[in-house]
């Protein structure tokens, strides 16, 4: 292999030969590829792009650089992932509701990245919840429970743990290639068989643009699809806060609320359309209403909350244990009208300024922080009337973050269209 000539060859825009890039892929993860080369072919992807055939052969050599999980119990296995955004907490409720359904879901997780939530994070905030199983605990807590919810070990996809850290150093992250088989190569490794993607766009989202997010989610659906994994995406709009609550205790408890059939109507139509994605992918139900009705019934007897506290018991955790909640301090509308904005990505910067999210790798969370969003985009409201609440116990932070929140809520006095939340399935 002549490292120099492929990243030329990229440069130039021709189509790399399969057997390239599978070297390359393996050079790069072994260490015989120094960063260097593997920075300046990333960068010529970023400015020329892949095919989906090299796409999919890239997908395939990440893939193979580390251990692909298999699942002898023959249940359907499935997984869901979101490209992340303010509020997201689908995973927590989604996983114990499929398991409750006879869907075995493996699902490997991250943490906060940028101003977007982890799951892990959120997990973390329910006591005694150990998100670092090793791959034969992970095995054995789907086996006994269904679902269980864990961070990567170094054994899936190490080849993209190292590239996803050189992309984010040099400018690189945004390829969709590149994304497509960071993402892929991780969740086909699960094992499973069916997969659907949350693809968001929007102001607190990672695609800013409806176009850039359709591109995103066709190139995982094919590529997915041609590595024998059933994959559907769902886009959805990230314009404002899914659900009221931001940060991670207060999520995880809007989690529970769901499971009980409280939680805010957005959050519970995106959670069930996307597990109803799955009951049909898997064949278990193939049925919209048949499968929207199963999944009615586990909320509705306490099986999916049920399912849910099991599982946290088998990570170490106790969901029924109280996760504190710091100082509530009201956000106030200085006028009256309509919500017109709703400035999500601002919301996850306050979050982050509270101690919920990091600046720095390695950071260590305030789990009991957070932002409650009282309202919706199109909501009229009442000057005086508060439009959100901090949970913060420091004044001084509170009071930027206040200032932070209020600039991301606009009001104006003609009231908006309100958009769909759930704007496009692609198969
Ligand atoms: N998430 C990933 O796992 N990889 C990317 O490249 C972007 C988001």
Not at 215 to 220: C, D, F, K, N
Not at 310 to 323: I, P, Q
Request: hydrophobic fraction near 40%; charge should be negative.
């Amino acid at each position: 292999m002549n490292v120099a000539q492929i990243i030329s060859a990229k440069r130039d825009g021709s189509e790399l030969a399969e057997s390239d890039i599978q070297q390359l892929v393996a050079g790069y993860a072994t260490g015989d590829v120094p960063d260097y080369q593997m920075a300046a072919f990333a960068m010529a992807v970023f400015f020329q792009g892949m095919t989906i055939a090299e796409t999919t052969v890239l997908t395939r050599a990440m893939l193979d650089s580390g251990e692909q999980l298999d699942w002898p119990t023959g249940n359907p296995v499935a997984d869901k992932h979101s490209t992340g955004g303010i509020g997201d907490k689908v995973s927590i409720p989604l996983a114990p509701l499929l398991a409750c359904c006879g869907v075995s879901v493996p699902m490997i997780s991250g943490r906060g990245l940028g101003i977007t939530g982890g799951t892990l994070d959120k997990l973390e905030s329910i006591q005694g919840y150990r998100c670092d199983l090793s791959l034969d605990e992970f095995r054995s807590v789907v086996n006994f429970c269904g679902c269980s919810i864990s961070g990567a070990t170094g054994a899936i996809a190490p080849a993209d743990k190292k590239l996803y850290a050189l992309r984010d150093v040099t400018g690189t992250v945004p390829s969709i290639p590149m994304i497509t088989a960071s993402i892929l190569s991780k969740k086909v490794a699960e094992g499973i068989d069916s997969l659907v993607l949350d693809v968001k766009w929007g102001s607190g989202a990672f695609m800013k643009t409806l176009e850039r997010a359709q591109e995103l989610a066709r190139s995982l659906v094919t590529v997915g699809n041609q590595l024998g994994v059933s994959t559907t995406a769902v886009i959805t709009d990230m314009n404002q806060p899914l659900g009221r609550m931001i940060g991670n205790a207060v999520e995880v408890d809007e989690s529970v609320a769901l499971l009980k059939g409280e939680a805010p109507t957005d959050l519970t139509q995106l959670t069930m359309e996307l597990c109803i994605r799955i009951l049909e992918a898997t064949g278990v139900e193939p049925d919209h209403n048949n499968a929207a009705e199963l999944l009615q019934r586990q909320i509705d007897t306490g099986a999916g909350l049920k399912k849910l506290t099991e599982m946290v018991a088998n990570h170490g955790g106790n969901l029924d244990a109280t996760r504190e909640r710091e100082k509530a301090v009201d956000i106030i509308a200085d006028e009256s009208g309509f919500v017109r904005r709703i400035s999500s990505d601002r919301l996850g910067v306050a979050v982050i300024e509270m101690g919920g999210g990091r600046k720095q790798l390695g950071d260590q969370l305030n789990h009991a922080t957070g932002i409650e969003c009282l309202v919706k985009i199109g909501d009229e409201i009442e000057q005086g009337q508060p439009v959100a609440r901090l949970f913060c116990d420091d004044e001084n932070v509170a009071g930027y973050a206040s200032y932070l929140v209020s600039a991301a809520i606009g009001i104006s006095p003609i009231q908006p269209d309100r958009q769909p939340l759930i704007v496009e399935t692609i198969k």
